[in-house]
């Protein structure tokens, strides 16, 4: 029979999992950036303090973005592997000009595209996820791109 000690330990755990992916869900993680310049300042500042950046495209008519939001981002595994990470997100759902630029930056049409700095502000090409990815190979590839 379990101790109480560890009802507790277990109770504290899944509370904190659970809070964690809440914000996650509800994005309380990524700051907002608009335009090149503001992605510019917000990675150099990243760096700065030599922290790995990922910058989330998305919009509100972005089914796999909305299922990326809730089922992956929120992931435990995908949450240690993103430990340290700055987050920006660049919302396109008005597809005006400083948005096209941005996915035009990126070599994408459109969301979900996700881009990868390294702690000096140099983009990870080799990293850039485009579309759905389950958590498990989301975690995984974030680990791998680590390492490069």
């Given at each position: 029979m379990p101790s109480i000690?560890?009802?507790r330990a277990i109770t504290a755990a899944v509370l904190a999992t659970?809070?964690?992916s809440l914000a996650w869900a509800a994005g309380a993680n990524?700051?907002?950036?608009?335009?090149g310049a503001e992605l510019d300042q917000a990675i150099a500042a990243a760096a700065k303090s030599g922290k790995r950046v990922m910058l989330d495209f998305t919009a509100d008519w972005c089914a796999p973005?909305?299922?990326?939001?809730?089922?992956?981002?929120?992931?435990?595994?995908?949450?240690?592997?993103?430990d340290g990470y700055v987050f920006l997100q660049v919302d396109v759902t008005k597809n005006n000009a400083d948005d096209k630029a941005l996915l035009k930056r990126f070599d994408s049409k459109g969301p979900p595209?996700?881009?990868?700095?390294?702690?000096?502000g140099k983009?990870?090409?080799?990293?850039?996820?485009?579309?759905?990815?389950?958590?498990?190979?989301?975690?995984?590839?974030?680990e791998s791109c680590t390492r490069s």
């Open positions: 000690r560890r009802f659970t809070v964690v990524f700051k907002p950036v608009k335009t973005c909305k299922k990326m939001e809730k089922q992956v981002f929120p992931d435990p595994a995908v949450q240690k592997a993103l595209v996700i881009a990868f700095f390294d702690g000096k983009e990870l090409k080799q990293c850039q996820i485009n579309g759905f990815t389950k958590a498990e190979k989301f975690s995984a590839h974030i």
